[in-house]
C-alpha cells in the first residue's frame, strides 16, 4: 500500500471506526484482493469510506463483525469507542471460535 495520502484521504484519517475495521480483517486474514479499494461494501454510505478501508469494511461485514449503524449506514466518520471495539473484539472471536 502506499503510505503516502492525499489531502482528502489525510481528511479521512482519523481515528474512526474505519481503523479496527482494518486492524480486525488483517488479523482474520479476511482482506479481499489486497483490499481492494473498489469493494462494495453494502453500506448505503459507501463512498464515505476511505479508499484504503472498503475492502477490510466489506470483508468483515459479511460474517457480521461490523454490521452497521441505522439506516444501513457505516459512518465511517464517527470515531470509535472502547465499547464498540470491545463488541467487534466479541464478533471477531464467535468467527473465529466457529471457522
Known amino acids: 500500500m502506499d503510505m503516502t ?5 489525510q481528511a479521512q484519517a482519523s481515528p474512526a471506526q474505519k481503523w479496527p475495521s482494518f486492524i480486525i480483517a488483517r ?8 483490499n481492494d ?14 479508499w ?12 457480521g463483525i461490523v454490521t ?3 439506516g444501513n449506514r457505516f459512518r465511517a466518520e464517527r470515531n470509535s469507542n472502547p ?3 470491545a463488541v467487534m473484539l466479541l464478533r471477531m472471536l464467535s468467527y473465529t471460535e466457529n471457522n
Not at 461494501?41 to 463512498?47: K, L, R, S
Open 52 to 63: 484504503w478501508a472498503r475492502g477490510a469494511v466489506a470483508a468483515i461485514r459479511e460474517p
Open 37 to 50: 479499494g473498489n469493494a462494495a461494501t453494502g453500506f448505503g454510505d459507501d463512498e464515505a469510506i476511505a
Open 68 to 70: 452497521g449503524r441505522g
Open 5 to 9: 495520502m492525499a489531502a482528502s484521504d
Open 83 to 85: 465499547a464498540k471495539a
Open 27 to 34: 488479523a482474520l486474514d479476511l482482506l479481499l484482493d489486497g
